[in-house]
């Protein structure tokens, strides 16, 4: 199984809106044949101004399907969206 950690930290111009927004979207892509599972979190409010604001946690059976979700149209439009919207981004793929 293959776990992909994916972070953002967002703009602060409408950063409570463009949070919802990602939580829904991200909610949406959780849903997708190729995921396994899904977690699409929040950053706690009070942590450190270095953490970042949002993440996707997605486990996959294997890394076909990793790679069938990068590219599935349903991603990459939520990767158009997020690109819009963030400032930085960290990510990680790992073997469980």
Known sequence: ?????????????NKEANIAEFLR??????KLST????QVV???SGAPNANYDVAL?????????????????E????GQFVGAIR????C???QL
């Open 25 to 30: 979207r991200g909610e949406e892509l959780g």
């Open 87 to 90: 400032i930085d981004r960290a």
């Open 57 to 73: 946690i997605f486990d996959f059976d294997s890394l076909d399907n990793l790679n069938a979700y990068q590219v599935c149209p």
């Open 75 to 78: 991603h990459v439009a939520f």
């Open 35 to 38: 995921v396994r599972s899904a």
């Open 1 to 13: 199984m293959i776990r992909h950690i994916c972070m953002f930290s967002l703009k602060e111009e």
């Open 42 to 44: 929040r950053c706690v």
């Open 92 to 94: 990680i793929d790992y």
